[in-house]
């Protein structure tokens, strides 16, 4: 890896004269995670938070007076930037834990940054703005609107900055319809859900999860049964964020229909932001579609599709946004959007890798995905390493690693026992082989001494899949 990078950190850390320590910041104390059955799994573990980057940043200098004449500043700058291209280069090789496809080429578009491009206000509705990029945002949509199938003229939507947006505005579609309505999300849900709870003052009812990180119905069932007086929002995952489950959405709609739930008293969000792009694309997988009884899905643009900025999709029925939208005069437009001022570049981008690779394009990167997902997951057992991969998931969690530094290498994300690798069209067989055999090595010295075990994933992952000294 870089060494230079490293050793920068170290002596700036040094020359300051203060250490970070992580333990200093991380001491609030975690609440006891209950399983669905009421049991306390773990009691206390420290969430460590990354380095403070407080002590690293890059200063910003006021202009000398001669700076121009000089040329230093520029080439200070130039410096800055050259070093940063190298970390960018060498921390894209080593990531493996994020849902981010790193793998595109948008040179052709690299003419447009000399632009300030807005979407202000709606996506359909033109603003005076006219440095604007709609005709590529209402392209976009309507590529989804087809791959979710609404009608052209039934859906709304927009092009978000990211999934977060895309759940905080679904779900303010669904309070909008029901006022006094609750929200109900799995415990594994994406912390931007319980937000949005926080955000709008909704009372939220979280429903445990099955040992593959879905929802338990029979769960749901009982806690709908004792608010049947109120109407129901529900937040259903398309792939959740540590174990990339994919909710069921039949069995939730049948259960919410067994409980007495009629279509006009419920409201259905789906958060597709991790797997909501790949699923249409999984052999025999059930279908996310607006045929189906549910108010609106989103995803994330930079996850799958992959994109030099966030950004995401956020698709629901139009006749809700006509209930809530506001016309604004100073925007010419009509504000239907969480955001003001809405990144025009973003609808381009996805325009443009929507038409390279099209529907025939995602299936095959969708396949390799699961193909690789299954390599690494396989490789992790033969080598006796605790493992989980859902059958339509290309997430494969395994053995959160002892070390720290090991995790930050490869910017594995961490959850209790558990770390996990998502496998993106960027990953290849080669760089899992790479990983692999890092893993490998730095566990024969972290259990090299028999006192120090590896962790028990049994109430992770299920004790089918945890191989630790006292389930192999
Ligand atoms: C990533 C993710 C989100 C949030 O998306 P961002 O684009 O990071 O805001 C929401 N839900 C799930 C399941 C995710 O994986």
């Known amino acids: 890896m870089d060494g230079n990078v490293e050793s920068e950190v170290t002596s700036v850390l040094k020359s300051n004269g ?53 040329g230093d500043k520029e080439a200070f700058m130039a410096g800055v930037l050259a070093r940063y291209r190298k970390t960018l280069i060498e921390r894209t090789k080593h990531h493996l834990g994020y849902p981010y496809n790193l793998d595109f080429d948008y040179g052709a578009l690299a003419q447009l940054q000399h632009f300030s491009i807005n979407n202000l206000g709606d996506p359909f509705i033109e603003s005076n703005y006219g440095v604007h990029s709609r005709q590529f945002e209402v392209g976009v949509l309507d590529w989804f609107a087809r791959l979710w199938e609404i009608e052209k003229d039934e859906y709304w939507g ?51 999860t099955l040992v593959t990180g879905e929802i338990d119905c029979a769960d749901f069932k009982a806690k709908l049964l004792l608010n049947k ?67 609106s899905v989103s995803v994330s643009g930079h996850k799958f599709v992959g994109c030099p900025m966030p950004c995401g999709v956020q698709l ?21 959007t969480i955001m003001g001022s809405r990144n025009g570049h973003a609808p381009i981008f996805l325009w443009y890798t929507l ?31 605790s493992a989980m991969l859902n059958e339509m998931s290309s997430t494969v969690v395994f053995e959160r690693p002892l070390d720290e530094e090991f ?33 490998i090595i730095k566990r024969s010295i972290w259990y090299k001494d028999e006192k120090v075990r590896p962790p028990c994933l049994a109430a992770d992952i299920g004790s089918e899949n945890c191989v630790c000294p006292l389930h192999k």
């Open 18 to 70: 203060k250490v970070f320590d992580p333990a200093a910041v991380a001491s609030e104390p975690v609440p006891p995670v209950v399983a669905a059955d009421g049991a306390i799994v773990e009691n206390k573990r420290e969430i460590v938070l990354g380095r403070n980057v407080h002590t690293t940043c890059l200063a910003i200098t006021e202009p000398d007076f001669d700076d121009e004449s000089t």
């Open 158 to 208: 927009y092009i978000t900055n990211c999934g977060t947006e895309g759940n905080l505005h679904g779900i303010l579609v669904g309070r909008e319809v029901f006022p006094d309505g609750i929200l109900y999300a799995s415990q594994e849900s994406h912390y931007s859900v319980f937000k949005a709870a926080r955000m709008y003052r909704m009372e939220c009812v979280k429903i445990g």
């Open 229 to 295: 007086d109120k109407p129901a929002i529900i937040n259903v995952n398309i792939g959740t964020t540590v174990k990339g489950a994919v909710d069921d959405l039949d069995l939730v709609i049948k259960t919410l229909e067994e409980c007495g739930f009629s279509h006009d008293r419920f409201y259905i969000h789906c958060d597709g932001a991790l797997f909501g792009l790949m699923m249409p694309f999984v052999k025999r997988a059930p279908k996310v579609s607006f045929k189906k009884p549910i108010g």
């Open 316 to 336: 629901t029925r139009i006749e809700h946004i006509n209930a809530l939208s506001r016309n604004v005069e100073y925007l010419a437009s009509r504000d239907a």
């Open 355 to 385: 038409n390279r690779k099209g529907y025939k394009g995602f299936q095959k990167e969708v396949q390799k995905c699961l193909r690789n997902a299954h390599y690494l997951k396989d490789r992790l057992r033969e080598e006796g390493i």
């Open 407 to 439: 995790v930050r290498r490869w910017q594995l994300a961490c959850e209790r026992n558990m770390a996990h690798v998502i496998v993106m069209p960027n990953v290849t067989v080669e760089k899992l082989d790479y990983f692999l055999n890092e893993l």
